[in-house]
């Protein structure tokens, strides 16, 4: 059976074993028809041009893992940020582990989407967030819709300076021959709160994987949200990660993707404007080989007068791998004095490395500062040359130059011990010990 007969048949089967209002189950059904009608994106979509996700719908993908799968501490231990104190939101198939979740919060409001979707305490918060920011057209993010059950519900309260990073992380053991999850976040930061998010997918098993995640950020007035996405998989697995941010004034919103393993990898990054003063930073960076893809898709809709932006992405591609950024800011007619930046650059080192590149301004206000600019080439042949004939090794003078080529976007992570995993992450990719702490 096709991946989409088998999501039709278990649909009805899904809401029947919820807990849903009728709100909640018009949402979904709505959500459904949208996906039945569209189906699975295809190159013939522009926003999915250099995307195929062909070869992954040919697993024969469980929608629901047929039972709940215990994992030891021990065999998970080297995916957290274990350097610093974190609260922990751990899932493991699809389904929360209390055993590995941090068991206290500290007076945040952090529970399970699952509880805050037919909990009635929840319901004037569930009313007016969710699906509420999430593109309703876009048949992935409605596919989630409809099945969206279990993930991460975060509420900062207002003025909270959360002192810990929130970890979110969601592993997949690999007993099911082939499994597809769908996490759904809710995070909600009140006016002045500041948080730190680290999230991250991590298959424990060779056996193929999808995951179709969304993820609803509301910032509010003169709160601050540094978000970070560790993608670091195995080959067999695959991600789709919907991530949609919306800011009020005087807001600060960033988000560092750092997309190094997995077999593909398509990163949806939305950004839109509710006030003025508003502050949104895009970064990140690729370093990938053999036959992996990602594919970042990014927009930034600048709504409202005197706000900013920053996108700045580095990719590195070795091997036959294939790297697309497709990144898009929208000015609209009131939003003047706009000041938006973006920046691509990418190394290929091999002459089978492709990226597709597709910067875009649509600009329909007058007194903006916007700029874009993109950049493909190879590594510099007389930087390697100067190195080497100073005694550094071909591979070592190799590895700084791509290392340095990534630092603008390493130096601006804001947690040390974050700071210090992706450099040791890099430093494997490149197979050399970097030799210096950051």
């Known amino acids: 059976?096709?991946?989409?007969?088998?999501?039709?048949?278990?649909?009805?089967?899904?809401?029947?074993?919820?807990?849903?209002?009728?709100?909640?189950?018009?949402?979904?059904?709505?959500?459904?028809?949208?996906?039945?009608?569209?189906?699975?994106?295809?190159?013939?979509?522009?926003?999915?041009?250099?995307?195929?996700?062909?070869?992954?719908?040919?697993?024969?993908?469980?929608?629901?893992?047929?039972?709940?799968?215990?994992?030891?501490?021990?065999?998970v231990k080297k995916y957290f940020i274990h350097e610093i104190d974190t609260y922990k939101v751990v899932f493991v198939d699809g389904v929360f582990s209390s055993f590995l979740s941090s068991t206290t919060h500290d007076g945040l409001d952090v529970c399970l989407m699952s509880s805050a979707l037919t909990k009635p305490k929840y319901k004037m918060v569930i009313d007016e967030y969710f699906n509420k920011v999430a593109n309703k057209e876009e048949s992935l993010t409605s596919l989630n819709t409809a099945f969206a059950y279990e993930g991460a519900y975060i509420n900062i309260p207002r003025s909270k300076v959360v002192e810990k990073p929130i970890e979110i992380i969601n592993f997949s053991t690999g007993t099911e021959a082939a499994l597809l999850v769908q996490p759904r976040n809710l995070i909600i930061v009140g006016e002045n709160a500041h948080v730190q998010i680290i999230e991250r997918h991590q298959s424990l098993n060779d056996n193929p994987v999808l995951t179709n995640s969304v993820t609803e950020i509301f910032v509010q007035k003169r709160a601050i949200v540094d978000y970070y996405k560790i993608q670091n998989d195995n080959l067999e697995a695959s991600l789709i990660d919907n991530t949609y941010i919306a800011q009020k004034e005087q807001s600060n919103a960033s988000v560092h993707t750092f997309s190094f393993g997995g077999n593909?990898?398509?990163?949806?990054?939305?950004?839109?404007?509710?006030?003025?003063?508003?502050?949104?930073?895009?970064?990140?960076?690729?370093?990938?080989?053999?036959?992996?893809?990602?594919?970042?898709?990014?927009?930034?809709?600048?709504a409202t007068p005197n706000c900013e932006s920053h996108q700045n992405y580095k990719g590195i591609f070795d091997d036959k791998s294939t790297g697309v950024f497709n990144g898009k800011i929208y000015v609209e007619k009131e939003a003047q004095k706009t000041d938006a930046f973006q920046q691509n650059n990418n190394i290929l080192l091999s002459?089978?490395?492709?990226?597709?590149a597709k910067p875009q301004l649509e600009i329909f206000a007058d007194d903006v500062k916007c700029s874009h600019g993109c950049t493909i080439g190879q590594l510099d042949e007389k930087a390697m040359f100067y190195m080497q004939s100073r005694g550094i090794p071909q591979k070592e003078a190799?590895?700084?130059?791509?290392?340095?080529?990534?630092?603008?976007?390493i130096e601006s992570i804001k947690i040390p011990a974050m700071k210090a995993r992706i450099t040791k992450i890099i430093a494997m990719k490149l197979g050399v010990n970097m030799g210096f702490d950051l």
């Open 1 to 75: 059976m096709e991946l989409k007969e088998k999501l039709i048949s278990s649909f009805m089967a899904f809401e029947e074993r919820v807990d849903v209002d009728s709100d909640l189950h018009d949402v979904r059904t709505e959500a459904f028809k949208n996906f039945e009608n569209k189906g699975f994106p295809t190159k013939k979509e522009e926003a999915w041009k250099y995307t195929s996700l062909n070869t992954i719908l040919k697993n024969d993908f469980s929608v629901f893992p047929k039972k709940e799968n215990a994992v030891e501490f021990s065999e």
């Open 264 to 302: 593909l990898t398509r990163n949806n990054l939305n950004f839109y404007h509710q006030g003025e003063h508003i502050d949104s930073t895009l970064k990140g960076i690729t370093i990938i080989e053999g036959k992996q893809h990602v594919d970042h898709y990014t927009l930034v809709q600048h």
């Open 351 to 356: 002459d089978k490395a492709s990226i597709n």
């Open 398 to 409: 190799k590895a700084l130059l791509m290392y340095a080529f990534s630092n603008e976007v």
